[in-house]
């Protein structure tokens, strides 16, 4: 079965749910990104990372990012969280479906949300803007690490950030963002399917009057 068939029947919250049990510390979850064009995604990561335009010293792309879009991949793209502009429109999405991606994810904002959603590609993104790329930020390399971290607050508490490697699962539906990396691929699947079973017999007892706590302590062995 391929990985896709495995991780793609189970939501995000499973999914996060089975890497926390296997020690990943942020269960994949990459911070606060909203549903902007509604759809699923469940496919390997084809990461970009963007630079602020005034940032003279960081590598060029010589093609778009979007034409070297591998079929079958998300776009991943992060982007620094001084940016106000949006890195993503109607016409990149047009591109990338021409392209057979199946989505996009940005650490950033995005714009032309009423052509996004007739368009249907999935996209999930920090907020939008009215601006445009230019002259405000342009991309830098495509296909290296990106570590996504979350915006800063003010807060003793940091909530971990997550690492995209090319390649890796990244799953996105209505409760959020996740990714699995590739080499965790097949144990997350069997952690998340020992999950929802063991969910199926919660809700059971629940909806026949069972308290939660008991419920919870019978099947996930919580007090």
Known sequence: MSAISRLAVYSTTEISDALIKLGVASGGYIADLDLFSPGKICAPAYTVKMVLASDTSAPKLSE???DTAPAGSVIVIDVPHQ??????????????IARSAVGVVISGRCRDLSELRSLGLPVFARSHSTLGQQPFTRPSAINIPLVIAPPSITSDYIFPSVTVQPGDWIIADEDGVVCVPK????????KAKLGTSIDAQCLIDIQAGKGIKATFAKYRGTK
């Open 183 to 190: 080499a965790m691929e097949e144990e997350v699947a069997e």
């Open 64 to 66: 778009h990012f979007v």
């Open 83 to 96: 940016a106000q502009n949006a890195v993503w429109g109607g016409l990149m999405s047009a591109g990338a």
